[in-house]
């Protein structure tokens, strides 16, 4: 089955705005087990919206056409259709009356523009939108199905899940939804997932995919045959190891804030070169304040002598970017906090500020507990100051997923250089 979307727009086009409804539509109907073949960006302009729908009529099963359905003069996707079919626009008494009534309950009169949107190609069916005013239509032209939808966002979602989907599914030859299986990992890029899934053979009935979200990579499953998909994500887990972070479809901070709210346990933070970042991402999750206690950023080194304990000479013998002062850092804030776990990064993120003994990129990561503090300096790849950050934040929390889930502090990286490390145990 071949399905295409077409978005319209200047703004779309030229990058003004960004076209999350593509994005969107393609991954709803993906886990829908219908994919599209084609996706198109046209203009604001009668000639071109003509050509692609007489185009894609030949050659689609469905087109669903996004955009250009309203008031302005601009929105033109109406009369491209008609054209493009060789039929008048007609006046649809059902959208005109809905409207009518639609505007009377604010106090408000149709105007003639307003009017524009009840007139659909003669011979196409309403689908309705509930959140809008903008009229959506369908109707059959040579080979495909189209359906014509509203630009904004929630009236869009709302006719292609309420509607437009389940239109095609009953008109078309019904389908499995596949599953999918979503695998987060860190410290292992996208080429050497590639070669190492590849070289697993896995069933034909499974479909690999990688999606970047740096700087971690997620591995994806899909298969309708649920014992292929079963010793397909045993066989992946086992191959890929402690690089895999978590299943499912959430974010880092949300699985950690499951896991350390069950143990009931807390959390004091202590950041230098992330300066809040690693809080920022957890108190994004509503819930965060079950378990995060504080945050401390702690930039200056009098900033960690007077928030978080560090003993200035610490910072004069090792200097601030260093295991000693990363270690100091996470034992005062767990201390002053009366908390289970702090977390401290104190590191060289650039552009400058490095030297041939710690150059940029150099990062010093702590953990302390009850029972002992763990601390790492590691050296980042140089790239970008928010890269370096990036995968400092990752860094962090995964000391802290680790801690939670017994396992070895010290993650194996593929990219990322363990320069020493420390675990001091509490007497």
Not at 178 to 185: A, E, G, S
Not at 207 to 216: C, E, S
Request: hydrophobic share 40%.
């Amino acid at each position: 089955m071949r399905i295409e979307f077409i978005s319209t727009g200047d703004e779309v086009l030229s990058g003004q705005i960004v076209d999350t409804n593509a994005a969107w539509i393609s991954q709803h109907f993906f886990h829908q087990g219908r994919q599209f073949t084609r996706r198109h960006t046209i203009a604001d302009d009668l000639d071109s919206l003509i050509d692609i729908i007489t185009e894609t009529s030949h050659r689609a099963d469905v087109v669903i056409m996004n955009g250009g359905l309203g008031p302005t003069s601009d929105d033109l996707s109406a009369e491209a259709a008609a054209k493009a079919m060789g039929v008048p626009l007609s006046l649809s008494q059902e959208w005109y009356d809905h409207l009518v009534t639609k505007y009377a309950k604010s106090n408000r009169t149709l105007s003639e523009s307003d009017e524009k949107q009840a007139w659909l190609p003669q011979g196409s069916d309403v689908v309705d939108n509930p959140v809008g005013t903008a009229c959506g239509f369908s109707f059959q032209f040579n080979r495909a199905r189209f359906y014509f939808t509203p630009g904004v966002p929630s009236e869009f979602k709302h006719m292609v899940t309420e509607q437009i989907l389940p239109d095609i599914q009953q008109r078309f030859t019904p389908i499995t939804i596949p599953t999918l299986i979503k695998i987060k990992t860190f410290g292992i890029s996208e080429s050497v997932l590639n070669e190492r899934l590849a070289a697993l053979s896995l069933p034909p009935s499974i479909t690999l995919g990688f999606r970047v979200d740096f700087p971690t990579v997620e591995v994806k499953l899909l298969s309708i045959v649920q014992a292929d998909l079963a010793k397909a994500r045993e066989r992946v887990l086992a191959e890929l190891g402690e690089f895999v972070l978590f299943e499912g479809d959430y974010s880092f901070a949300q699985y950690l804030q499951t896991i350390i709210l069950e143990k009931g346990q807390t959390l004091s933070l202590a950041e230098s070169c992330t300066g809040g970042l690693i809080a920022s991402e957890l108190i994004a999750v509503a819930g965060s304040s079950g378990y995060l206690d504080s945050s401390h950023v702690t930039y200056s080194n009098e900033s960690k002598s007077r928030l978080v304990n560090v003993d200035k000479m610490t910072i004069a013998n090792h200097g601030a970017v260093s295991i000693e002062v990363a270690a100091e850092m996470a034992e005062g804030a767990r201390f002053n906090a009366g908390v289970d776990f702090g977390i401290a990064v104190s590191g060289i993120a650039g552009p400058g500020g490095g030297s041939e003994e710690k150059p940029v990129g150099t990062v010093a990561f702590a953990l302390a507990s009850k029972t002992h503090t763990y601390s790492q300096l590691l050296f980042i790849p140089r790239w970008s100051r928010q890269g370096i950050r990036a995968v400092a934040l990752y860094v962090a929390l995964d000391m802290l997923r680790r801690e939670l889930l017994g396992l070895n502090l010290a993650a194996e990286f593929s990219s990322i250089e363990r320069r020493t490390e420390q675990d001091n145990v509490k007497d």
